[in-house]
């Protein structure tokens, strides 16, 4: 089974992903982790075929084997992946990798073309959302910063993404648009949770 989670940064999508995944024993993939290890692998000097991105148990990244899942969170690798995402030839390599990821097992993918450009055919798809102020109220809890600053980045990294020619965010025509504004972790899987029982439920008829 697929299911896609896409969505603006900070709207929570990372988090359901995780949860989903591990509530229903999928493999979790990160894409937005997945670009974050390439732009690592920029840095340190490596091709795309060098670089040999994986996903493991649990969401976690390895590049040329090596678990790099927490060297993937700063605001330069941020900024380089965002970066890196509009590279025909990076968004080429890794979309073939996720698809191949998604044809071996059950998956909850995350990113922000997962349901329109990686997975079309996933069975669930999910588009989250939640107010910009609250998103950078998340951003910061988790990386601290200026609340001012972090709210100016979402808003440029928001109309960034929704306006680039290549995949651009926006949500699939078949997906369950969450607005988890004022919902806490818990009340977003129940919700998830439903929509997916409900389409297993219809399978199964």
Do not use: C, N
Not at 106 to 126: C, N, S, W, Y
């Amino acid at each position: 089974m697929k299911i896609a989670i896409d969505g603006p940064a900070a709207s929570g999508k990372s988090t359901l992903a995780h949860r989903l995944a591990e509530a229903l024993g999928f493999l979790f993939v990160p894409t937005g982790a997945m670009y974050r290890a390439a732009a690592l692998a920029r840095i340190r000097g490596l091709s795309l075929d060098a670089a040999q991105i994986t996903v493991h148990r649990g969401g976690r990244i390895h590049l040329q084997g090596e678990d790099v899942t927490d060297r993937l969170s700063s605001p330069e690798l941020d900024r380089m992946s965002s970066q890196v995402a509009v590279d025909p030839e990076v968004r080429s390599h890794l979309v073939s990798l996720q698809r191949a990821v998604a044809e071996t097992t059950d998956v909850v993918m995350e990113g922000r073309d997962i349901g329109t450009v990686v997975l079309p055919d996933a069975e669930v798809k999910f588009y989250m959302w939640a107010e910009p102020q609250e998103r950078a109220l998340r951003r910061q809890q988790e990386r601290g910063g200026a609340l001012e600053e972090v709210l100016a980045a979402i808003m440029q990294r928001d109309e960034r993404d929704s306006t680039r020619s290549a995949s651009p965010l926006r949500p699939a025509g078949d997906a369950h648009v969450l607005d988890t504004t004022g919902m806490t972790p818990e009340q977003t899987l129940a919700a998830a949770l439903r929509v997916v029982e409900e389409r297993r439920a219809h399978e199964t008829r």
